[in-house]
Nanobody
Framework: QVQLVESGGGLVQPGGSLRLSCAAS????????MGWYRQAPGKERELVAR???????NYAESVKGRFTVSRDNAKNTLYLQMNSLKPEDTAVYYC??????????WGQGTQITVSS
């Protein structure tokens, strides 16, 4: 059974930082591409950042230079370091995994609210 469990969400002031974690089980983590998506109220889910099994990363333009995605294959865990947070970063953040055979898996999501 595949499980992706996000943690680290919460309320933060503008300019603050948070680190999200996604603990994976039931998948061959090291061979899967992993990513973070977010969905704000009334908007479609969008890619935030992703990292391939080889460690290649790419980011949405809106988060470049502020967010960093990383993975620890020994711990089957994906991370998202978020700095200089803005109110427009407020959303539910989802962990995503894609296997080499095209299997797609999602976490349950964690809420990030950026507000003073």
């Amino acid at each position: 059974q595949v499980q992706l469990v996000e943690s680290g969400g919460g309320l933060v002031q503008p300019g603050g930082s948070l680190r999200l974690s996604c603990a994976a089980s039931g998948i061959f983590f090291s061979t899967n591409a992993m990513g973070w998506y977010r969905q704000a109220p009334g908007k479609e889910r969008e890619l935030v950042a992703r990292i391939t099994s080889a460690g290649i990363t790419n980011y949405a333009e809106s988060v470049k230079g502020r967010f960093t995605v990383s993975r620890d294959n020994a711990k089957n865990t994906l991370y998202l370091q978020m700095n200089s947070l803005k109110p427009e970063d407020t959303a539910v953040y989802y962990c995503n995994s894609i296997s080499p055979r095209g299997g797609v898996y999602w976490g349950q999501g964690t809420q990030i609210t950026v507000s003073s």
